[in-house]
């Protein structure tokens, strides 16, 4: 069984950095890729930022591309996403999951596990 816990959501200002960690439990976690995804209200939940298994290739969302930076430490099975220049638009319940593949996903369909959420809140 696989558990994702994402932590280091809030309430932050325009402009604003934060950074969201993903703790995976289980031994298999450098196995696979990892995935950022959002839902803002009203919205259906869109892809954010992936990483392979390694951390050697990385792939973004045009929206978050050049602000946000997806990160992993297979030594600590913690995925990160380091979100700067926020803006009010970026405001969603942020979810990290597990690909079913070591090579970089972009498609919930892809992935097989999910965390329980976690809210960013952008003020302008």
């Known amino acids: 069984q696989v558990q994702l816990v994402e932590s280091g959501g809030g309430l932050v200002q325009a402009g604003d950095s934060l950074r969201l960690s993903c703790a995976a439990a289980?031994?298999?976690?450098?196995?696979?890729?990892m995935g950022w995804f959002r839902q803002a209200p009203g919205k259906e939940r869109e892809f954010v930022a992936a990483?392979?298994?390694?951390?050697?290739?990385?792939y973004y969302a045009n929206s978050v591309k050049g602000r946000f930076t997806i990160s992993r430490d297979n030594a600590k099975n913690t995925v990160y996403l380091q979100m700067n220049s926020l803006k009010p638009e970026d405001t969603a319940v942020y979810y990290c999951?597990?690909?079913?593949?070591?090579?970089?996903?972009?498609?919930?369909?892809?992935?097989?596990?999910w965390g329980q959420g976690t809210q960013v809140t952008v003020s302008s």
């Open positions: 289980g031994r298999t976690f450098s196995n696979y890729a």
């Open positions: 999951a597990r690909a079913a593949a070591a090579v970089i996903r972009t498609r919930e369909y892809e992935y097989g596990y």
């Open positions: 990483i392979n298994w390694s951390g050697g290739s990385t």
